[in-house]
């Protein structure tokens, strides 16, 4: 479409029934995916390491066909997400967090979609909007939810400016052209003649496509520099001008209006569950509170009362907290510290205090300890973008030495405070590095960027370890309450030969300790512990909560990494006045979960 006078709100809305919100958004196992990346129609044979294994690696140019194809389209479609949903409904997923779909440049391989040029348009490499309504329509029936990306921040390199070096100095720097279909700098800025240049060249819908859209003031260089950071070009794609004025007293641009409606219509349109919003931190808080507030009250009136929106959100952990609470925002995706710390601990090379401190130790939580965090966070580890490790980007299991702990990863992420989300290829161990973000991204059908290191096959192993494992997890997740709201509590341990009781830390070399930690919830506790030690299994004394325990009560066994200890049952024993305790065996790498009855 052209113009957002192509579509009637009313008229899309007004004889159909939407999906209902969950009741929850916090009880709920995400999984977030590259559509490019993840799944096409055309299927592949699948991924046998043993002859598989770096077969796009076999000689040099093989080498480099692989490593270039990784900056371009591989081939991931809406319609391949739609045939691979009952493999995710089998992993345990129940929200689907998608990259945005909307058109891109022709001239550009921004494959990821984070470059925006027509808003109301699918981009032909992803399929129509159709096969997006057909995958959340199918979705639903499996009791999928569907999350979109989007941006209001930026739109993709549409225009080029008539300066040599434009970079951020706080002035407008004037405008050379809006880029024609082969990407040239020739459209008239002040007046372009839109009949001529659609669809491809400018930007769209036609409200948007004129030079007041945009901020025009070059790229941000100092990017913890404000109002550097809300107002500068974001690399090569071109800031918004929003609006402007205090959170209170905001007033929307017209480009902010138009995309707003832009996005009700793809609500409308394909009966989205909710948006994740890009690049939040680079946005004026007046302009989140603006474009929420309308998303929200437009799908209220279609029955969906708790459509989310969960924001990215740089900056650190009150940063986010703050404009969550200042915006609507209903969750900020947990960025910065919290994966790379999590991964820390999974790994053994972080002390657990430094992780679990993450959740408890805010000035300013006002709902109750743990519950801001518990309800309004989503962690992750492994992610597309992976910003808190700036030079070489990798998964989990790149570190060869700790990947058989990826399993203990997502235990610790199911089982802690906040809500889970995964990133496709986890589950089934990708080990993607490098020194760019092409290394993260691999390919999980194929094509000529797969996982490992391959080319033409397909990695939806459904008994793949990690998947199998992953999957057992989200049961009991699903399963106990305790596991997705309980209070947590980082629990002390000690030797079995004393009463030493502490908080289990890392040497300068790795934690060599049982991690332990319970979830309480209507006095029923359940008792988690890790060991990190690769090799050998561990005993240890671990504290319980005393004022709901008694010596000689017990706890059972719900679930085992050694499937023979689930059923046992363990007592409860005294260590000092005051302080009772379980005695725990956790086998090498190895997890279990233990419930008070």
């Known amino acids: 479409m052209k113009s957002i006078q192509e579509f009637n709100l009313k008229e899309i809305t007004e004889t159909r029934e939407y999906q209902k919100s969950p009741e929850a958004w916090d009880e709920q196992i995400f999984y977030f995916l590259l559509v490019d990346r993840f799944a096409s129609e055309k299927e592949y044979p699948l991924y046998d390491e043993k002859t598989d294994y770096e077969n796009a690696l076999k000689t040099d140019k093989d080498k480099q066909n692989w490593l270039d194809s990784g900056e371009k389209w591989i081939g991931g479609t809406l319609k391949g997400i739609t045939d691979k949903l009952d493999y995710l409904k089998e992993l345990g997923v129940?929200?689907?967090?998608?990259?945005?779909?909307?058109?891109?440049?022709?001239?550009?391989?921004?494959?990821?979609?984070?470059?925006?040029?027509?808003?109301?348009?699918?981009?032909?490499?992803?399929?129509?909007?159709?096969?997006?309504?057909?995958?959340?329509?199918?979705?639903?029936?499996?009791?999928?939810?569907?999350?979109?990306?989007?941006?209001?921040?930026?739109?993709?390199?549409?225009?080029?400016?008539?300066?040599?070096d434009p970079f951020y100095t706080g002035q407008e720097y004037p405008v050379k052209a809006?880029?024609?279909k082969d990407g040239k700098a020739v459209i008239d800025p002040n007046n372009p003649d839109y009949s001529t240049v659609w669809p491809e060249g400018?930007?769209?819908?036609?409200?948007?496509?004129?030079?007041?859209?945009?901020?025009?003031?070059?790229?941000?260089?100092?990017?913890?520099?404000?109002?550097?950071?809300?107002?500068?070009?974001?690399?090569?794609?071109?800031?918004?001008?929003?609006?402007?004025?205090?959170t209170d007293a905001y007033k929307p641009s017209e480009a902010l209006k138009i995309l707003t409606e832009c996005y009700k219509y793809w609500i409308a349109y394909a009966d989205l569950d909710g948006f994740r919003?890009?690049?939040?931190?680079?946005?004026?808080?007046?302009?989140?509170?603006?474009?929420?507030?309308?998303?929200?009250?437009?799908?209220?009136?279609?029955?969906?009362?708790?459509?989310?929106?969960?924001?990215?959100?740089?900056?650190?952990?009150?940063?986010?907290?703050?404009?969550?609470?200042?915006?609507?925002?209903?969750?900020?995706?947990?960025?910065?510290?919290?994966?790379?710390?999590?991964?820390?601990?999974?790994?053994?090379?972080s002390s657990a205090e430094n992780y679990f401190s993450i959740f408890t130790n805010s000035q300013i939580l006002s709902e109750g300890e743990n519950q801001w965090y518990h309800k309004r966070v989503i962690t992750m580890f492994d992610d597309h973008d992976m910003v808190y490790k700036p030079q070489h980007k990798e998964r989990f299991t790149a570190d060869k030495k700790t990947a058989p702990l990826l399993k203990n990863a997502v235990f610790l992420n199911f089982f802690t405070a906040g809500v889970p989300c995964i990133y496709y290829g986890t589950e089934q161990g990708f080990d993607g590095s490098g020194d760019h973000d092409k290394y993260v991204r691999e390919s999980m059908f194929g094509g000529e960027f797969g996982a490992f290191r391959t080319r033409n096959k397909s990695f939806f192993n459904r008994e793949h370890p990690v998947y199998k494992e992953m999957k057992k997890l989200a049961e009991l997740r699903n399963e106990y309450i305790h596991l997705r709201l309980g209070r947590q509590y980082l629990r002390e341990i000690s030797e079995l030969k004393t009463n030493n009781f502490h908080l289990p830390q890392a040497d300068q070399t790795r934690c060599r300790e049982i991690i332990a930690w319970s979830r309480i919830f209507s006095q029923d506790e359940f008792l988690l512990a890790i060991n990190c030690e690769l090799e050998k299994a561990q005993k240890t004394k671990v504290l319980i909560d005393s004022e709901i325990h008694l010596p000689g009560e017990k706890f059972i066994c719900v679930y085992s990494s050694d499937e023979k200890k689930i059923g046992e049952e363990i007592e409860i024993k005294e260590a000092d006045k005051g302080k009772n305790y379980l005695e725990l065996e956790i086998p090498a790498k190895g997890r279990a979960i233990y419930r008070s009855f």
């Open 202 to 246: 400018g930007v769209w819908p036609e409200e948007i496509f004129n030079l007041a859209t945009f901020s025009k003031k070059g790229y941000i260089r100092d990017w913890e520099s404000d109002p550097e950071y809300r107002e500068g070009d974001f690399f090569s794609l071109k800031n918004i001008n929003t609006g402007s004025g205090k």
């Open 178 to 180: 809006f880029r024609d």
């Open 94 to 164: 129940s929200v689907l967090w998608i990259s945005p779909v909307l058109k891109q440049p022709v001239y550009s391989d921004n494959y990821h979609g984070y470059g925006t040029q027509n808003f109301l348009q699918i981009d032909p490499h992803f399929g129509t909007k159709d096969e997006l309504k057909n995958l959340v329509d199918e979705a639903h029936k499996r009791g999928i939810y569907i999350i979109l990306d989007v941006i209001i921040n930026h739109t993709a390199d549409v225009f080029l400016y008539d300066a040599a």
């Open 277 to 349: 919003m890009d690049t939040v931190k680079h946005l004026d808080p007046g302009a989140v509170r603006f474009f929420v507030t309308e998303i929200k009250e437009f799908t209220q009136t279609l029955g969906k009362k708790d459509f989310y929106i969960l924001g990215e959100i740089t900056g650190g952990m009150e940063f986010a907290k703050s404009i969550c609470e200042n915006t609507g925002l209903d969750a900020a995706l947990g960025i910065n510290k919290i994966p790379e710390i999590l991964e820390n601990v999974a790994k053994g090379y």
